[in-house]
């Protein structure tokens, strides 16, 4: 399975700091950004690098740079990862895609969707809570429709149902997330989880 779930004690630590449900607001932001710090390492960790040679004060030697990295959002909770990719890899390129449930037919429906061009990159899909995998699944279809091969997805909280799903869908995509949690419930949060990622790092809970 292209699973990887990290076992780092900072990720342990702010995962922590994200399932309790006294974390208001802001340190919630912080500890997203701060765990995502975590799973863009591991998530890049294989990346092609470029050799370009350089000189220290000192002497010639081989320097290595990333090739062009895109980061898709998953709106809105991956907006809540954005800021750590954006810190680490300065010139990455980003696209949103937005799905959101029809309240008539209960579909997914697409409201918005914008990527840059995703060939030759590698490609971060932000999806914290990986809960049935459908937007995942489909934001990775689109990503491939527009050229992507080297996608992985960062999840804070993955379910198992939603692993399922993309090794089904995507075989390819590899998954790096903080923690493969017990089920989904029957209205579709991960439990243990961490409630509604969105309404957390956005205040908007009821
Ligand atoms: N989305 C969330 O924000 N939380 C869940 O538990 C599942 C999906």
Redesign the pocket.
């Known amino acids: 399975m292209n699973l990887t779930v990290i076992d780092h004690p900072l990720t342990r630590h702010y995962l922590t700091v994200l399932r309790d449900r006294r974390t208001s607001p802001e340190p919630f932001r912080a500890a997203a950004r701060r765990l995502t710090y975590t799973l863009v390492h591991e998530a890049t960790a294989r990346a092609p690098l470029y050799q370009e040679d350089i000189e220290t004060p000192l002497e010639p030697v081989a320097g290595y740079h990333m090739p062009g990295v895109v980061a898709i959002a998953v709106l809105r ?1 991956g907006l809540g990862m954005l800021d750590a990719v954006v810190d680490l890899i300065p010139d990455v390129k980003v696209g949103f895609a937005g799905l959101q449930r029809d309240e008539e037919t209960a579909q997914p429906m697409e409201y918005y969707f914008k990527l840059p061009d995703l060939s030759g990159s590698v490609v971060l899909i932000l999806e ?2 990986l ?1 049935t995998g459908g937007s995942l699944s489909w934001a990775a279809a689109k990503a491939k429709t527009s050229g992507a091969r080297d996608i992985t997805a960062l999840c804070v ?1 993955a ?1 198992p149902e939603g692993v399922r799903r993309m090794y089904q869908d995507h075989p390819d995509v590899r998954i790096v997330a903080a923690a493969l949690d017990r089920e ?1 419930d029957a209205h ?4 243990p ?8 790092l956005f205040g908007t809970l009821g």
């Open positions: 909770a914290p809570m809960a909280v379910a989904l579709y949060y991960i439990r989880g961490l409630g509604d990622m969105g309404d957390r």
